[in-house]
């Protein structure tokens, strides 16, 4: 019985494992982000229960424009402070976010989960140029990716 016992909690014990690390992406965006309103303009990102954008234009107005692409489905989308002539559009079957934004003196963004799919791509422009990697801030830790266009795994 004691076997048998042992043998059921260490294979539930893999079972959450690799379902946790199935579910974890890569780039060091798993765990919430605070953007404060002193940080610098640029793109926050980050992962928990689903994925989080959010555009950071303190002072002057900044014109964000994203093209995100996954190999699944992105659902659940959900814009946040977005205002008229803000956008943020779901296109290509569902497996490309385009996101326009006009951002000053606070944050825009958007809240998305994705359905199936490995992959995430992200395009990140600033006032008509690729973003420098170094206004890219993913996870709660801040990290810059390798390079503008990007791409994550889970």
Do not use: C
Request: glycine share 12%; proline share 5%; no cysteine.
């Amino acid at each position: 019985m004691t076997r048998g016992l042992l043998a059921l909690v260490g294979a539930t014990a893999v079972l959450v494992s690799t379902t946790i690390s199935a579910l974890a992406w890569s780039g060091g965006v798993d765990g919430a982000t605070i953007v404060p309103p002193e940080a610098p303009t640029g793109y926050y990102i980050w992962h928990d229960d689903g994925f989080h954008v959010r555009t950071h234009g303190p002072g002057e107005q900044h014109f964000f424009t994203a093209r995100l692409h996954t190999d699944g489905v992105f659902q659940n989308v959900d814009t946040v402070r977005l205002e008229s002539r803000d956008d943020a559009r779901i296109v290509d079957g569902g497996h490309t976010l385009v996101l326009q934004l006009h951002t000053y003196g606070a944050e825009d963004g958007v809240n998305f989960t994705i359905s199936g799919g490995t992959s995430l791509r992200f395009a990140l422009d600033l006032d008509g140029h690729f973003i420098s990697t170094r206004k890219i801030f993913l996870g709660p830790d801040g990290f810059h990716p390798p390079s503008n266009p990007f791409t994550i795994h889970r």
